[in-house]
């Protein structure tokens, strides 16, 4: 006998939800961040040089609603699929290191929220509500509270 035909009776064995899951966690693990990328590339205050609340927001405003729609998008899904590419990589670890994998599944589980999002949210908003000085006042204490510094 061959190895080779017990091999494959080894996969039939596994479950076709476990066949999906691990397809899905791998997308996850290269889809986050094709998408996190795509969230920079697509947000208007993100791909330029120039740092601060007036930029932001001047961009923003300038912005196409299509590109801030498209970014929003991008950028919620982002949110999504990191922490569950970040959880499935941390479940490969969990053979050989569990204390370091359980460890990076609570940093995981704690330190990922949509906090990029709520920024980008923060920026549209106050852009097209007008050009008044007090919102790139606001912007820059949203981005420089503690939480969001965290």
């Not at 035909?5 to 997308?27: D, K, N």
């Amino acid at each position: 006998m061959s190895s080779v035909p017990h091999q494959s009776q080894q996969e039939e064995a596994v479950p076709t939800i476990y066949r999906f899951q691990r397809i899905f966690l791998a997308l996850c693990i290269v889809l986050g961040p094709a998408f996190a990328l795509a969230f920079v590339v697509t947000g208007p205050g993100y791909y330029t040089t120039k740092n601060g609340p007036v930029v932001s927001l001047t961009l923003t405003r300038t912005a196409s609603i299509i590109q801030l729609q498209v970014g929003t998008t991008v950028g919620i899904i982002a949110t999504y699929l990191i922490p569950l590419g970040l959880m499935a990589m941390a479940w490969l670890a969990m053979r050989r290191a569990p204390w370091w994998a359980s460890s990076a599944m609570l940093v995981v589980f704690t330190g990922t929220f949509p906090a990029f999002i709520a920024q980008s949210a923060l920026t549209w908003d106050l852009a097209r509500m007008g050009t008044d000085p007090l919102f790139a006042t606001i912007v820059q204490r949203f981005n420089d509270d503690g939480v969001m510094s965290y």
